[in-house]
């Protein structure tokens, strides 16, 4: 089945600092690429997502870049605020396999004001 | 986006019971729902994919006679914990998924199992 290797576990900003977190995946078929934010206790999230036709996605300080030669893919957080303290997801979905989501290991940011 | 309710938002039960936790979708109609266990610090965990209609895959590993799932209708399915053991606390949140942008899951706020 997939495989979704994520890093790093967790990640230390200052305010104002970006944040980068990385994803691998292993097959090919693959599809759609989701990045999940997760507060304690509560539900993840959907703050980006990307398809395996786009290369690159920008929503305001958040964008996603896609290489789908090397299956990986990566999170950007511009100017880190302390409100983006919480546990990121990413995730894989792929069609064939209906339309199922392998999640990454997560990765806990804290910003540092 | 969608929503998606469950209930019970927390449980706390003794072991040896059963607990049943409903996940609805309020607003569109789900012809596919999943349902996940997320245990602290760790990563959410499919459990079983169900569809309308339909008896749930269950992933390896997930033993179908402890976890009953029904998907009766387009907005509600039910996980049932049956026997609950202490190792079977987590926090089980369902999603949902139909027509809307890319069969996009919607996830509901989850529940707190605790077995005492």
């Known amino acids: 089945g997939e495989n979704v290797e994520q890093h790093p576990s967790t990640l230390s900003v200052q305010e104002g600092d970006s944040a980068v977190i990385k994803c691998t995946y292993s097959d090919s078929a693959s599809n759609y690429f989701p990045w999940y934010k997760q507060e304690l206790g509560k539900r993840p999230q959907l703050i980006i997502d990307i398809r395996s036709n786009v290369g690159e996605k920008k929503d305001q300080r958040i964008a996603v870049t896609l290489n789908k030669t090397a299956k990986h893919f990566s999170l950007h957080i511009t100017e880190t605020q302390p409100e983006d303290s919480a546990v990121y997801f990413c995730a894989v979905r792929i069609k064939a396999a209906g339309n199922k989501l392998t999640f990454g290991g997560g990765t806990r940011v804290l910003v540092k004001p | 986006g969608a929503v998606v309710s469950q209930h019970p938002s927390w449980v706390i039960c003794k072991s040896g019971t059963s607990v049943k936790i409903e996940c609805r979708s309020l607003?569109?109609?789900?012809?596919?729902m999943f349902w996940y266990r997320q245990f602290p610090k760790q990563s959410l965990m499919l459990m079983a994919t169900s569809n309308e209609g339909s008896k749930a895959t269950y992933e390896q590993g997930v033993e179908k006679d402890k976890f009953l799932i029904n998907h009766a209708s387009l907005t509600l399915s039910t996980l049932t914990v049956t026997s609950a053991h202490p190792e079977d606390s987590s926090f089980y949140i369902c999603s949902s998924a139909g027509t809307l942008r890319y069969n996009e899951q919607f996830f509901g706020p989850g529940t707190r199992l605790t077995v005492l």
């Open positions: 607003d569109f109609q789900a012809t596919t």
